[in-house]
């Protein structure tokens, strides 16, 4: 890659551009005036306002309200914090790789040293950017507005690379779209300015060190697709460019996407946080937690208490993972009921549940199953797209907020329960949404599909919030009806007449950049989510924007299961449409029946007869095979020309022939035969 410097002037980028949407991710077209407006807006306003971070996905969030709530207890993670820093401080002119990589289970502590390290180096001066991912928490697990995040602290951190991504904004005002890549993204609203003042600020780098961005949870993110192009664009940028002022911290767990691209570059230090969490620690964290409990609660117990050995147990017990000793002390002097014991009556019972999170979270889950809206209540915060506030699940399950607070105040050993009706609830940990959401692990307590269908209708009164639940609808919808249906399952299998329809009708009403969700999951060729339409019965009948139909667009993509699942849902067969190629040129297809002719689909073919396709629709003179039966005809397929006639195709009708006779049939009396002309007689073919 070229040098690239503000004074010589910004090039071009070649992007895709789109229109902005996160619902229809394909979907293209972005206008000249959209492009001035976000210009004028940065000139007005300044490069924030049209960056938009998102305001909770760096370190200084607010940890109650946008989880993670992790931070490292006093004395432990020293040895992973030191070799953390000796990679930070390495010199650039030595040859360090770029990206460390911090790997592990659930629960082991990764945001905990990722919030540290941030700390620290915001602390020197050296924190570029930090963005904390975290499951179904709304644009915080999506990569949509990741890399503008991440820029909008990078020009507060470095102030010198903000004229540098202005001018990239004015250069391609696309950039700040859905339709740009991510990778074009990071390289340059990120990347490409921060190596543009490396020069002036080598100096400084050379002596303390270069700067830092975050990534904390990064398999978190939904996205796989992007995230796997952004590992592997910056692993190239850094082989390019080894001394650009930039290292990279990233924590994930393990996942196919993230470890296939990570595992193998020279440009990845790797540490293996499973291997690097000593009992010394979890000794440690387990001193300091219990001591501030029983500072809290003014506590008048054995000050020797636990022992020696009760901790051992304990520390055996936790194994490694600080999610599950943090949700320990929860259960041990903070219980889900008044049940009249002390912490030390407590711990033989802790000691006694399972030792893994499928077990402990059974065990938890169990003692409040019996409350009433239980299910209800959980499932809807396992599933949301975003945190909802007790005063939002109330609305939507028609409940007073006062069942909705006695389901959580017996849960807040797994569930951040705030302290007023308006701050979202969120969980302790995203491995209990997964456990939630796998039917086979959670067993009576999975967030069954019906309830996305909660989600995605909204409320039933939208007399509070209107605004919020049109948002909320816009964004999450095509994920809620994909959870509720997938691309297969009949909606009817898993609610009720009522949710159906108002599930339905919700839908049929949604309309998304000019468009109806159906329209534009048309467009964008979004096969699943068209599927799940038909399932969940919205109007196919309509028409699109200059006529068009759903049908015309499966007959037109030979999505021929999409054209089954019209047909079954009662669109009509006979209709003509336009079926238009492009702007200026029709072709011969104007029914489903001609379109399966043309693209030689023979099995559905059969099927629209069946349906009651009529066979006897012309579709102009100018057509080789202008009816089925001449075209069954020209492909020698006698069973075919037998089946036509016997759904009343007319052999009179002919099109570009003079009669229907071709490649050795012949119609006789109602009947196709094959003429051999070698024998100089016909056989009776059926």
């Given at each position: ?128 950017a930090s963005f904390f991912f975290f499951r179904s928490a709304g644009p915080r697990s999506r990569a949509a507005r990741f890399a503008t995040t991440l820029a909008s602290q990078v020009a507060a951190a470095i102030p010198a690379t903000a004229p540098f991504i202005e001018a990239a904004i004015k250069a391609n005002p696309a950039l700040l779209t859905s339709g740009t890549s991510l990778s074009s993204q ?163 019972l802790v000691l006694g549940t399972s030792p893994d999170f499928d077990g402990l979270y059974k065990t938890i889950l169990a003692l409040s199953a019996q409350l009433p809206h239980f299910r209800s209540v959980l499932s809807t915060i396992a599933l949301a797209g975003e945190p909802l506030s007790i005063s939002q699940i109330a609305d939507l399950l028609e409940l007073k907020t006062r069942n909705v607070v ?281």
């Amino acid at each position: 890659m070229a040098e690239w410097t503000l004074e010589q002037g910004v090039s071009r980028m070649d992007v895709a551009v789109g229109d902005g949407t996160e619902i229809f991710s394909n979907a293209v077209g972005w206008r000249v005036d959209q492009m001035n407006s976000i210009v004028q807006t940065m000139e007005k306003q300044g490069l924030s306002a049209v960056l938009k971070p998102i305001p909770d996905a760096s370190h200084m969030r607010n940890h109650r309200r946008s989880p993670p709530h992790s931070r490292c207890f006093p004395g432990t993670r020293q040895e992973v914090m030191k070799r953390i820093h000796i990679w930070m401080d390495t010199s650039l002119l030595w040859s360090t790789p770029a990206i460390f990589w911090i790997y592990g289970y659930a629960g082991c502590g990764k945001s905990a040293i990722a919030q540290a390290i941030c700390e620290y180096y915001a602390g020197n001066g050296r924190l570029a950017a930090s963005f904390f991912f975290f499951r179904s928490a709304g644009p915080r697990s999506r990569a949509a507005r990741f890399a503008t995040t991440l820029a909008s602290q990078v020009a507060a951190a470095i102030p010198a690379t903000a004229p540098f991504i202005e001018a990239a904004i004015k250069a391609n005002p696309a950039l700040l779209t859905s339709g740009t890549s991510l990778s074009s993204q990071f390289e340059y609203l990120i990347y490409r300015p921060i190596d543009s003042i490396k020069w002036d600020r080598l100096a400084a780098a050379l002596r303390h060190g270069p700067f830092l961005i975050a990534l904390d949870g990064l398999d978190e993110c939904e996205d796989h697709d992007e995230i796997s192009e952004f590992i592997e664009f910056t692993i190239q940028f850094f082989d390019e460019r080894p001394r650009i002022p930039i290292r990279f911290l990233v924590t994930s767990r393990v996942e196919s996407h993230i470890h296939q691209r990570l595992h193998m570059s020279k440009q990845v230090k790797l540490l293996d946080l499973v291997n690097h969490t000593s009992d010394q620690d979890i000794s440690a964290a387990l001193d300091a937690a219990i001591a501030k409990e029983k500072t809290k609660r003014l506590l008048k117990c054995d000050p020797s208490w636990p022992s020696p050995r009760d901790k051992g147990m304990l520390v055996k017990h936790i194994g490694g993972s600080y999610i599950f000793m943090t949700t320990i002390i929860k259960l041990l002097f903070d219980p889900q009921s008044n049940d009249g014991l002390t912490p030390v009556d407590r711990l033989p019972l802790v000691l006694g549940t399972s030792p893994d999170f499928d077990g402990l979270y059974k065990t938890i889950l169990a003692l409040s199953a019996q409350l009433p809206h239980f299910r209800s209540v959980l499932s809807t915060i396992a599933l949301a797209g975003e945190p909802l506030s007790i005063s939002q699940i109330a609305d939507l399950l028609e409940l007073k907020t006062r069942n909705v607070v006695n389901v959580l105040t017996n849960l807040h050993a797994v569930v951040q329960v705030p302290g007023d009706d308006r701050t979202p609830v969120t969980l302790w940990h995203t491995s209990l949404r997964d456990f939630l959401c796998c039917e086979k692990r959670s067993g009576p307590f999975y967030a069954a599909p019906i309830y996305h269908l909660r989600l995605l209708c909204g409320p039933p009164s939208l007399a509070l919030d209107d605004d919020l639940w049109a948002r909320y609808s816009i964004l999450f919808s095509k994920e809620h009806l994909m959870g509720a249906v997938g691309s297969t399952d009949p909606i009817a299998s898993i609610c009720d007449g009522n949710l159906r329809e108002s599930a339905t009708a919700k839908l049929d009403k949604t309309i998304l950049s000019g468009q109806t969700m159906l329209e534009g999951a048309c467009h964008a060729e979004e096969r699943p989510l068209v599927l799940a339409l038909i399932n969940v019965a919205v109007n196919v009948r309509t028409e699109f924007e200059g006529g068009r139909t759903t049908l015309e667009w499966a007959c037109r993509s030979q999505e021929w299961k999409l054209v089954r699942a019209l047909v079954n849902a009662g669109v009509s067969l006979n209709m003509n449409a336009q079926f238009q190629v492009n702007k200026y040129k029709l072709d011969n297809i104007r029914v489903a029946l001609h379109a399966a002719c043309y693209y030689g689909a023979k099995e559905m073919v059969y099927f629209l007869l069946e349906k009651g396709a009529d066979p006897n629709i012309s579709v102009g003179a100018w057509a080789n095979y202008t009816f089925p039966l001449a075209w069954a005809a020209a492909e020698g397929d006698v069973d075919l020309v037998n089946r036509l006639l016997a759904c009343d195709a007319d052999p009179n009708l002919k099109g570009k022939f003079k009669k229907i006779l071709l490649n050795g049939i012949e119609i006789e009396g109602g009947v196709a035969h094959r003429w051999i002309p070698w024998i100089g007689a016909s056989c009776l073919c059926r």
